[in-house]
């Protein structure tokens, strides 16, 4: 959880302007702005308090869905990855048996080369 102040003072002749900023990623609010809400309305603390539950809950769900379709999406790929090295190395064995043993050699390198490129340069970003 990150929170972040900031605040300010501005005197010009006889007036002072005061002003404070707070930033925060949590879901709920602070607890002086609570009891500021209490002193002057009790009964929406309580509807904050459940609404910002409610809202907890949906980020816990789409969190998770979140990290669920990432993790079929990485396990799909490397399944895809699979399937076209075994692919070009098929295409390569296949083009060698035929008679042309160096395009058969050509075919299976460049087909685990470009996979290998692929899966690094798909870390590094």
């Known amino acids: 959880m990150g929170s972040r102040q900031t605040a300010g003072r501005l005197k010009r002749g006889d007036g002072e302007l005061t002003f404070q900023q707070q930033e925060t990623d949590s879901p709920i609010l602070p607890v002086p702005h609570l009891e500021r809400l209490h002193a002057f309305r009790p009964d929406a603390v309580d509807l904050v308090l459940e609404q910002t539950k409610i809202e907890a809950e949906h980020r816990r769900a789409q969190n998770a869905r979140i990290n669920g379709y990432i993790f079929i999406e990485r396990i799909v790929g490397q399944i895809f990855g699979l399937v076209i090295g075994f692919g070009g190395i ?24 470009s996979l290998a490129v692929a899966f690094v340069v798909g870390r590094k970003k």
């Open 90 to 113: 098929a295409g390569g064995v296949y083009t060698s048996v035929s008679g042309q043993p160096v395009a058969g050699a050509a075919i299976a390198t460049a087909a685990i080369g």
